[in-house]
């Protein structure tokens, strides 16, 4: 049966691109494979194909989309985007359905048993590296282990009991965030919020509080000394201290200063947000917020013009060069330049159109209209093509694809031919030896060659010379 439908299909195949086969019965189905690509439709844009030598993706819009990445051996599968997603890449697994749950896994052992972890909101379950086993019920009951940077956490109808413990340093919640209580070989705490408590991590920082957020206290350490020295009393007075700089705030947020410690950059906020002034070796800035403001350092600039309506930002890393920004909202423009030459561009214009081009290589991307008001791979392979009315695609080999309505018209080009199709009804194809023009897809067709004036009937007769 297979055999007799493949067959089926070579015969009805009408006009094509060189080396190209084709059938197109538009909405039903459309069907094209040439050299190193090969693409499928199905019922219009809800069932689509794609396999070229880098990527080969499988789309049932607008639940699920299927990509396998040669190039990277990355696999990935959206559903119900932008809430589900599968990522495989290498021996690791992610699998999540957001908000219920989210899951981590190996598939492969590497040393020991290999660690995986299971979120299924309030559910949870996992294995440690060692081969420890964990689960729990949030907020009931529950273990965990070599999770959030801790080696255990464990809670009883949280928040009235729970412990956290990493290398030996314990902390004990009870009635979270009121009482605390931490000890360890570097670790030592007492609080009873909000009225007083301290806590200090030896070598990295001491904290403590009174009548929290009165009066707060805190120094952080690196390497034996002093990094940060801050004391506050809100929202009067803020002090802060680092090896770089001083800082003071006066009636938080609305005054502040900002003085380097070598005297090469000072900051005034009076009142914050609304006026700002930097100025230093290397940098400076002006804020009159929300009519303008600009900011400049020897690596990156930016500025705004009516915020939140126009934004603008350049980024220098090394030979390359961003330039990129918003406006009105959910429009957005990026450039990037290496060495003085364009690399790429892009805008989106929302709710009119996308537009993307790779300027090397000469690829480019253009859709009407562009609904999608932010960027989301899943939502874009998911639904994306339904919302598209008008598409132009160009590639590094100097082809180029048109499609109108999803479809019902087609105008491709490649290698010097093209060909044109309004659904299966109407089909024009051009080459450098002729033309042809074919109603119903080579029920009726007529070209013209160098030899001569040609007909084609009832799909499979041909009359004179071939084109």
Do not use: C
Request: glycine share 10%; net charge positive.
């Amino acid at each position: 049966m297979r055999r007799v439908a493949l067959v089926w299909l070579l015969l009805w195949t009408g006009v094509a691109l060189a080396g190209e086969s084709r059938v197109n019965l538009w909405p039903l189905f459309f069907y094209a494979r040439s050299p190193g690509v090969e693409r499928l439709e199905a019922l219009g844009p809800l069932f689509y194909r794609y396999r070229n030598g880098r990527e080969s993706s499988v789309s049932l819009r607008p639940l699920v989309s299927w990509v396998n990445r040669r190039d990277s051996g990355e696999r990935d599968l959206y559903f119900l985007s932008p809430l589900g997603h599968y990522h495989a890449e290498g021996t690791w697994r992610h699998l999540r359905l957001v908000p219920l749950f989210s899951y981590d896994w190996e598939t492969e052992e590497k040393e020991g048993t290999p660690a995986s972890s299971h979120t299924y909101f309030p559910v949870f379950w996992g294995r440690t590296a060692e081969g420890e086993g964990y689960w729990g019920v949030f907020p009931i009951y529950g273990t965990m282990r070599d999770r959030f940077g801790y080696d255990e956490i464990r809670f009883v109808l949280w928040p009235l009991y729970s412990r956290a413990t990493v290398d030996g340093d314990r902390s004990t919640n009870i009635l979270w965030p009121i009482f605390n209580y931490s000890r360890g070989p570097t670790l030592s705490g007492f609080k009873i919020w909000p009225l007083w408590g301290f806590r200090e991590k030896r070598g990295e920082y001491r904290r403590s509080f009174f009548l929290w957020p009165v009066f707060i206290w805190e120094t952080r350490y690196a390497e034996g000394r002093p990094t940060l020295e801050k004391r506050m009393v809100w929202p009067l007075y803020v002090r802060e201290e680092t090896p770089t700089y001083r800082r003071r705030i006066y009636l938080w947020p609305f005054f502040q200063h900002v003085r380097g410690r070598d005297g090469d950059f000072e900051q005034w906020d009076f009142p914050w947000p609304f006026v700002q002034i930097q100025r230093g070796e290397d940098r400076r800035g002006f804020r009159l917020w929300p009519l303008f403001g600009f900011r400049e350092a020897p690596d990156h600039r930016s500025n705004f013009v009516l915020w939140p309506l126009f934004f603008g930002e350049e980024l220098r890393r090394g030979p390359e060069e961003e330039v990129g920004g918003r406006f009105l909202l959910l429009s957005s423009y990026r450039r990037i330049v290496r060495h003085g030459r364009e690399r790429e561009r892009f805008l989106r214009v929302w709710p009119l159109f996308v537009h993307w081009r790779r300027t090397v290589s000469g690829e480019s991307l253009f859709y009407f209209p562009a609904l999608l008001p932010f960027y989301d791979e899943g939502l874009e392979r998911n639904l994306g093509p339904l919302l598209r009315l008008f598409e132009v695609y160009r590639f590094a080999d100097g082809r180029r694809y048109v499609r109108l309505l999803w479809g019902l018209y087609r105008y491709e080009t490649g290698a010097g031919e093209s060909v044109q199709e309004l659904a299966f009804l109407l089909s024009y194809r051009r080459t450098p030896r002729g033309r042809a023009l074919e109603i119903l897809d080579g029920l009726v067709g007529i070209y013209r060659t160098a030899s001569g004036t040609g007909l084609r009937l009832l799909w499979f007769i041909r009359l004179g010379p071939s084109v």
